[in-house]
């Protein structure tokens, strides 16, 4: 069993950056494609980033320019660095890594105040 677990949410005004991680309890090499997505209430949950496990990447239209994912794979971990935060990207974030069956995080709460 994979466990994931995530950290660096918060509350900041637009325009401000956070930093999101998420720590897995194995090695990351293992892992086919890792991403965050984000689900606001009553909304299907989507894809905002990824990184596949070969180095390319892949971003929602709404956040390209804005954030960028990277992975650390000394400390198994995968970061999502969110600048120029808007109202709208207000959501809770989840981690999932991907092999042969798909393990999410806990989900962190992302606040942003106009």
């Known amino acids: 069993q994979v466990q994931l677990v995530e950290s660096g949410g918060g509350s900041v005004q637009a325009g401000g950056s956070l930093r999101l991680s998420c720590a897995a309890s194995k090695s990351i090499f293992s892992f086919n494609v890792m991403g965050w997505y984000r689900q606001a209430p009553g909304n299907q949950r989507e894809l905002v980033a990824a990184i596949i496990n070969g180095g390319s990447t892949d971003y929602a239209d709404s956040v390209k320019g804005r954030f960028t994912i990277s992975r650390d794979n000394a400390k198994n971990t995968v970061y999502l660095q969110m600048n120029n935060l808007k109202p709208e990207d207000t959501n809770v974030y989840y981690c999932?890594?991907?092999?042969?069956?798909?393990?999410w995080g806990q989900g962190t709460q992302v606040t942003v105040s106009s």
């Open positions: 999932n890594f991907r092999q042969l069956r798909s393990y």
